[in-house]
């Protein structure tokens, strides 16, 4: 269930802009009940679609994936709060955040500390944002070199892409245990077999986002 609220602070122009440009739409606070956690998500309702295709070619190329809560990263969230033993005291990042919402997650499952990792500059300002709407607070980092020291890497549905593979072995080469959930599951990065499974959302989940909504959560230990 997802409600719309408000809150005391705006959302910040630039997201607002950023998604008015590709969208037509603006972002608007909504309630994920069943995290439970409030996030600034695009505004659906007020999409000007259908879009043509060539303004489905420049969402791809400019999208704001910090304004979906996508279904692996959904499910993820859910597993560090049906699992706190996972992040319990640990120091956490979330790598390619998008939203924060798995670094969030966490922290309300109990991690020590959550660093909110992504490429997209924007992407981190929504993180701070949604940390601010939780009474959370978080650090960002725009690579995983500069994101500190930390205990655990959390990564929802960036490794299944087999052009994503080198960067799954920069991952594991951290030698820190990894958690990740993929919405497909022929991944082959694992050793073993899938440690939980979801059924994920999308949300909001425009032009049909959801062709896979069987989750996988996967564990790397390092040696």
Known sequence: MVDTKTFAEPIPVVLQQHLSGLFGAPGHVVRLDELPLDLVLLNDEQCASPFSPEQVDTIWQNMPYWAFVWSSGAALAQYVLDNPQSVAGKRIVDFGAGSGVV??????????????????????????YNAALNGITVSTAHSLADAGEFDLLLVGDILYDTRNHDLAQTLFEQRKPLLWAESRAQTKLSHQGPIAQYAGETQPNIGGFDEHTQIHIYQHSPA
């Open 103 to 128: 670094g969030l997650a966490a922290l309300k499952a109990g991690a020590r500390s959550a660093c909110l990792c992504d490429i997209d500059l924007l992407a981190l300002q929504a993180g701070q």
